[in-house]
């Protein structure tokens, strides 16, 4: 079971987070984007073994995006904050 | 009293206090403090069960949650359990036992033939027999679950109460024996919170497995300290199953025993603690040793021999051989000796025992040094042992009767809880074992668990791991002079099992090896070795150790199993909890439920909501009911709550752009008061979801999702504006519980909206098509929306959820003069299939807005999640799937569930599919059934001939292709 910081809520269980994904890509420009860049968008993620950052949606909370740094292996919790800070 | 029962003696025993329980039917008398297993080897009989594959005689064999045969059904109705361990069962008055696994009985089994048939039913059997052909495997597989069964599931509903905790603690000790006691005292001394697990009902452990001395005095005080400290808590009859990241573990205590009981209290409590440390102090399990028939009830481990002797004053056997490689083959004899028991013979692996041997022979035991049991003798029991002397020339010094075989083949840790939290395992050759490695997570295993098999130093190595000092040094192995488990030659021939539960022997494992199966998770899988309830506690290592030889490698690098929670079997109810039944789930109920309720509507649960599915006041059947409820419709008004349909209010500046970017077709352009179809997809172009958004204000919509799609799409829009565009100004905000929402649909529908709103304006030309008027109905605030779902005139109607009822029961009242007809889920899905509306059936993930045949919806000028993706060239393929209606040839053809639709009808043969059919109904108005579907490159053949067939069902019928738009293709009635 993780625990994950909400920024908000406090240190709460995994069950009340939606996965969701590889918090590192950007959605490519649509002016300019390739349609190669759009698959590498939508289908290509690495699998690392280590750290990964990633996104967390805390649904049974306060309904933020957060950007977690979780290891893979160790499933040890780094930092958290919210994707929109992290976009900025 | 009974026949292995000694005159006195056994700490956990009350010989004032009797009582007795059935095994299959037979009176079985105990004392207090016994378990199943202890009562029934008092009565004198190990035979306890039958084995999985060939139905041999088994008997108890393991001191405690290891046991591998004793698997026994309590009960019966609802409280019936199958799969229990005998050895960690409670006795008590009036429980039911029977053994499982045999018919008609234990003695006579009829499938102990299967034992003959030894020879043929090698590793892998199942797989290579019954495989082929392919199509009889269903068949195979119902004799095959009938011979190798476990325990029968119960058929009732469970009477007891089942609860879950969730806890948080400083220090976890799980193993209530003598180093977990010491752990938890230190701990508990040091301040901190302790919660201290044992699986069994009396703390102690080992310690109740030996006879008198200064330990006793040490349980007895160390129990008090701990009693004493208010910061501890102590958890008995509870295992520790699982050890899950960021050090959560689970917990199954059984406050209550086995024993039934109905007064409220729970049988069994689910524990999920969360604890900053975690003492492993679960002890060492011994090994077996590998014999010819070592399998034989009689045979037992030496451990499993004490513990019935020192805990409830029970022989094993009354004239047993003692087989092992350690001086506790001489203890063990002279306490069973004392205790009344004829040992027959102490057969030492050692070729030179020293000093304990010597003192056993002048005692007058017969041992045999350099010596080794080659072999069991007797079918439903033992009867003698064959002892050989070991050496150059192995031969046969004396087949000795005897009634049971006792060995002790030196003991490993106990490693599941730290391999669950992800610890390695070190192969250690002094040990002949595997040692727990550093320790990942924040634990530390103690005593037995870690290979400290000294009590004294069990008891320190405790007090350390409770006081959180550093780890220390691997403990010292214990003397290896005499050959492994896994190294005993098979003098006699005849199988030697590993793993007894699941009858898999050594020259299973040697066939694996030989035909190709060399990883150790492959040869479990082939052979089953340690696929069984035991999780192959006993087994396991002595397996690997047979495949490493087998394999030419060593045992290190062989590896092991993963372990996987839960670490001894969990029941289902422990797991459940409350969670089940009424309250196995939240139920969200509309504003009209109890109106529905009351109308008798059969309910269909969508998500977490339910939903009226039809009203059998309509019609007999479903099929009967819906039929009318349709036609109704068509033919005059009905209405259907539609109150489970996802509302999100979007607002702020940039609400229009955030939803241009959502949906595929544009909504900026919408105007107040006016609403448009929207489509949303995926990124990767496929379609997510539809709805109607009505834009209320320049800064604010209403936007609908269906029923099923509503948190996903809430997520998606969070999504949209926390990560991808965090500069847009605007805000979801979820409202489907906020209104109530009903809709009105038939060629009446604007007599009936006329008759609750007598002031509006309901004209067509003041509410055309998707129009939205706000207005007070019933005391409430009102929107109602021109829109259709049923291609009929229809209007939506959204009122604050506290005036839902009133709208409801005010729009039956007023209806009833139009012979107003309530419909469910079933009439709306007919509706919408004769509109050729797609639902999630057909936009199913897979399907894009082209497919469903929706491209003219996706709009080229603006960017939207989804929309580039369109121009994928796999989304482009000509023979994609299509959106395309079938319509039955006869009017009395069904459509069979689950259909596939193909060129040709060649009854049991294979043939190609084009598509499958994705939603069917009856039309009343083309009087047959028609369906939707998704056929390849289906809009180039409409007008085809094909057919809908289903091999599962063994039936087909004749269909045409046709446009998904069964009914007024042009929408005059929606618009009139
Ligand atoms: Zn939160």
């Known amino acids: ?88 | 009293m009974t026949r292995n029962r000694t005159a006195e003696g056994g700490w956990l025993i009350d010989r004032a206090s009797t009582g007795s329980f059935t095994f299959d039917g037979r009176r079985v008398p105990f004392l207090a403090g016994d378990t199943v297993a202890s009562a029934l080897l008092a009565a004198g009989d190990p035979l306890v069960g039958r084995s999985f594959k060939l139905h041999r005689p088994r008997g108890l064999f393991a001191p405690g949650a290891q046991e591998p045969n004793a698997l026994v059904v309590l009960n019966d109705g609802g409280r019936l359990t199958p799969n229990a361990r005998a050895t960690t069962i409670p006795a008590t008055p009036g429980l039911q036992v029977r053994s499982q696994n045999r018919w008609p009985s234990l003695r006579h089994d009829a499938f102990g033939l299967l034992d003959l048939a030894r020879a043929v039913l090698p590793a892998g059997f199942y797989y290579k027999t019954f495989m082929w052909p392919a199509s009889q495997w269903l068949r195979y597989e119902r004799l095959i679950r009938k011979l190798a069964g476990l325990g029968p599931p119960p058929r009732m509903a469970d009477p007891d109460i089942y609860a879950r905790r969730h806890g948080h603690t400083d220090v976890l000790v799980a193993g209530g024996g003598p180093a977990g006691l010491a752990a938890a005292l230190a701990a508990g001394r040091a301040g901190m919170d302790v919660v201290l697990a044992h699986s069994g009902p009396a703390f102690g452990g080992g310690l109740h497995d030996r006879g008198d001395g200064p330990h006793r005095a040490w349980l007895a005080e160390t129990l008090q300290a701990l009693a004493a400290l208010p910061n501890v808590r102590l958890l008995a009859n509870t295992t520790v199953a699982g050890y899950y990241d960021n050090q959560t573990l689970t917990l199954a205590e059984r406050p209550c025993d086995a024993a039934p009981v109905g007064d409220g209290k729970p049988v069994e409590r689910f524990w999920q603690i969360h604890a900053e440390r975690v003492v492993i102090a679960t002890g060492a399990h011994e090994r077996p040793l590998l014999f010819a028939d070592n399998d034989r009830p009689g045979v037992m481990l030496a451990s499993a021999a004490r513990r019935y002797l020192w805990r409830y004053g029970v022989l094993a056997g009354r004239t047993p051989v003692i087989f092992g490689s350690d001086d506790t083959i001489y203890e063990l004899a002279a306490d069973l000796t004392a205790a009344g028991a004829t040992v027959r013979a102490i057969v030492d692996l050692r070729p030179d025992p020293g000093a304990a041997a010597r003192r056993a022979e002048a005692a007058g035991l017969p041992t045999f040094a350099g010596a080794m049991v080659a072999r069991a003798h007797g079918k439903r029991r033992v009867t003698a042992a064959e002892i050989w002397r070991l050496g150059p020339r192995p031969h046969l010094v004396e087949t000795m009767q005897a009634d049971a075989i006792l060995t002790a083949g030196g003991f490993g840790p106990t490693l599941q809880l730290h391999a669950q939290a992800r610890g390695a395992l070190l192969w250690d050759p002094d040990f002949r074992a595997f040692l727990p490695g550093p320790p990942v997570a924040d634990n530390r295993s103690a005593g037995g668990a870690r290979g400290v098999f000294d009590l004294q130093a069990a008891i320190r190595d405790g007090d350390e791991a409770g006081a959180n000092a550093p780890l220390p040094l691997r403990p010292p192995p214990p003397a290896a002079d005499a050959p492994a488990p896994w190294d005993l030659p098979n003098l006699t021939g005849g199988p030697r099992f590993v793993d007894l539960q699941n009858d898999v022997a050594d020259k299973d494992i040697a066939l694996a090896a030989r035909e190709g199966y060399h990883s150790i998770e492959h040869v479990k899988r082939y052979t089953t070795l340690g696929m069984g309830t035991d999780q192959g506690k006993l087994a396991g290592p002595i397996g690997l150790a047979l495949l490493a030889a087998a394999t030419g490698k060593d045992i290190a690098a062989t590896g092991v199993t993963t372990f996987r929670p839960p670490a001894t079997p969990v029941t289902f109810g422990a797991v459940a909890g409350g969670d089940f039944g009424e309250v196995g789930h939240a139920i969200r109920r509309t504003a009209a439920d109890a109106w529905h309720e009351q109308a008798g509507a059969t309910f269909i649960d969508a998500g977490l909501w339910r939903r009226p599915q039809f009203y059998p006041a309509n019609g007999k059947t479903v099929g009967e009911a819906y039929r009318a409820e349709a036609l109704a419709v068509r033919a005059g008004v009905g209405m259907v709550d539609v109150s489970t349909l996802g509302k999100i209010d979007v607002s702020g500046p940039d609400a229009a752009t955030l939803l241009d970017r959502l949906y595929c077709n544009t909504l900026s352009t919408l105007k107040p008061g006016r609403g448009r179809y929207g489509l949303m997809l995926r990124e990767d172009g496929r379609v997510f979801d539809d709805g109607v958004v009505f834009r209320l204000a320049a800064d604010r919509f209403h936007v609908t999702c269906t029923t099923g799609g509503a948190s996903a799409v809430y997520q998606h829009m969070e999504h949209a504006l926390q990560v991808i565009w965090p500069e847009l100004d605007a805000y979801a905000t979820p409202v489907s519980e906020e209104w109530f929402a009903v809709a009105l649909a038939g060629p009446k529908a604007r007599t009936l909206l006329k008759a609750i709103a007598p002031d509006l304006d309901v004209s067509n030309a003041a509410l055309p098509m998707m129009r939205l008027v706000e207005t007070r109905l019933f005391g409430g605030r009102a929107r109602i929306m021109r829109m259709s779902y049923s291609g009929e005139l229809s209007y939506e109607i959204n009122i604050g959820a506290n005036r839902g009822a009133a709208l409801w029961q005010g729009l039956v009242a007023a209806g009833r003069p139009h012979g107003l007809v309530v419909y469910g889920t079933e009439a709306m899905g007919a509706l919408r299939i004769e509109k050729g509306h797609v639902t999630h059936a057909e936009a199913d993930g897979r399907t894009t807005p082209a497919d469903l045949g929706l491209a003219g919806m996706v709009s080229a000028r603006k960017d939207a999640i989804g929309v580039p993706a369109q121009a994928f060239p796999a989304l482009q393929e000509a023979d994609r799937k299509q959106l395309v209606g079938l319509i039955a040839e006869a009017a009395d053809a069904r459509i069979p569930v689950g259909a596939q639709v193909t060129a040709e009808d060649l009854g049991d043969q294979p043939r190609p599919s084009l598509g499958h059919v994705t939603s069917y109904a009856y039309s009343a108005e083309r009087g047959r059934m028609i369906a939707l579907a998704l056929v390849r490159a289906g809009r180039g053949r409409i007008g085809e001939a094909a057919f809908v067939v289903s091999p599962v069902m063994g039936e087909s019928a004749a269909v045409r292709i046709v446009d998904p738009v069964f009914i007024d293709p042009e929408g005059e009635r929606l618009r009139g």
């Open chain 1, 1 to 88: 079971m993780l625990l994950i910081p909400c920024p908000h809520c406090g240190v709460r269980p995994e069950t009340e987070f939606v996965y969701g994904g590889d918090a590192t890509v950007r959605r490519p420009d649509p002016k300019t984007a390739s349609l190669d860049a759009w698959a590498a968008y939508i289908y290509e993620r690495d699998n690392p073994k280590g750290p990964h950052t990633e996104l967390w949606l805390h649904a049974s909370g306060c309904h933020s995006w957060l950007v977690v740094e979780r290891d893979t292996v160790t499933h040890a919790i780094g930092q958290v904050r919210q994707a929109r800070d992290a976009a900025s």
